[in-house]
Nanobody, 127 residues
Framework: EVQLVESGGGLVQTGGSLRLSCAYSGSTFDDYTIGWFRQAPGKEREGVSCIGGRDGTTYYGDSVKGRFTISSDNAKNTVYLQMNSLKPEDTGVYYC????????????????????WGQGTQVTVSS
């Protein structure tokens, strides 16, 4: 059974930074993608970033390009999301998720492709 556990959320002021972590286990896929999604109250789930498990290829949503950086430590089975220059519109619950297969630009728009999800971590950016 695949398990994902997010951590690192919290309250930060506009312009501040946070680093989220996603510890995952139990994957049996030869290749896989770890994605970060977020959901604000009353809004649809939005793809933030993803990284390929085998080749480390990364993709970002347009709203976070240049501010967020995704990285992975395969030895620790952990993916990180460094979030800088945070804005109030970055507020939401952040989820990490795992999908079989390599990363591509489309999976951020297809959350249904991700078969396993974490419980989420709240990020609140105050103005």
């Amino acid at each position: 059974e695949v398990q994902l556990v997010e951590s690192g959320g919290g309250l930060v002021q506009t312009g501040g930074s946070l680093r989220l972590s996603c510890a995952y286990s139990g994957s049996t896929f030869d290749d896989y993608t770890i994605g970060w999604f977020r959901q604000a109250p009353g809004k649809e789930r939005e793809g933030v970033s993803c990284i390929g498990g085998r080749d480390g290829t990364t993709y970002y949503g347009d709203s976070v390009k240049g501010r967020f950086t995704i990285s992975s430590d395969n030895a620790k089975n952990t993916v990180y999301l460094q979030m800088n220059s945070l804005k109030p519109e970055d507020t939401g619950v952040y989820y990490c998720a795992l999908a079989g297969g390599g990363a591509n630009a489309y999976v951020l728009h297809l959350p249904a492709v991700f078969s396993s999800w974490g419980q989420g971590t709240q990020v609140t950016v105050s103005s």
